[in-house]
């Protein structure tokens, strides 16, 4: 199920939350499962969203990981209370090479989760406010909720 995937992710990365003084909150148990899709990747994004967060948060800041599921699709969004991104700057996120970080990191990060997204039949979207924070939102194809699958033998 989806949540088994943010849960991890949230677990690892606890102990790097902490130790930046800067809560993670997670909320919205949701027991779907996503359709045809490999946890490491949706992992992988997740961890690289958590930790863009985490960098735009300050010391006694806030990073939120909801999950919630409509409509047949899963979806995760992470949010903080950082500085937000510049108008200007947020339809450029997702191109490869720009970075609002100057002198640290290639500006692939977001670049790739953006095409991860893309190819398990997703789509990864964001918004922010200069000193409101960011939201990034990831919707991926859901399939039934786990114990409601239809057996091998319904199947055939």
Do not use: H, Y
Request: aromatic share 4%.
């Amino acid at each position: 199920p989806l949540s088994d995937v943010v849960n991890e992710a949230a677990e690892r990365l606890s102990p790097r939350f902490k130790s930046c003084g800067v809560a993670l909150a997670l909320s919205g148990e949701t027991r779907c499962v996503l359709r045809d899709i490999r946890f490491s990747e949706v992992s992988q994004v997740l961890s690289a969203l958590l930790l863009n967060a985490l960098e735009a948060t300050e010391r006694g800041g806030r990073v939120r990981l909801e999950t919630a599921e409509s409509d047949g699709w899963a979806e995760i969004l992470v949010s903080d209370d950082g500085a937000g991104i510049a108008s200007e700057d947020l339809p450029r996120v997702f191109e490869p090479f720009f970075s609002t970080k100057p002198g640290r990191g290639a500006g692939l990060g977001l670049a790739m989760c953006r095409a991860i997204v893309s190819a398990l039949g997703g789509v990864l979207s964001a918004a922010s406010a200069p000193g409101r924070g960011s939201r990034f939102r990831v919707r991926l194809p859901a399939g039934a909720p786990e114990g409601q699958r239809p057996s091998i033998r319904e199947e055939g």
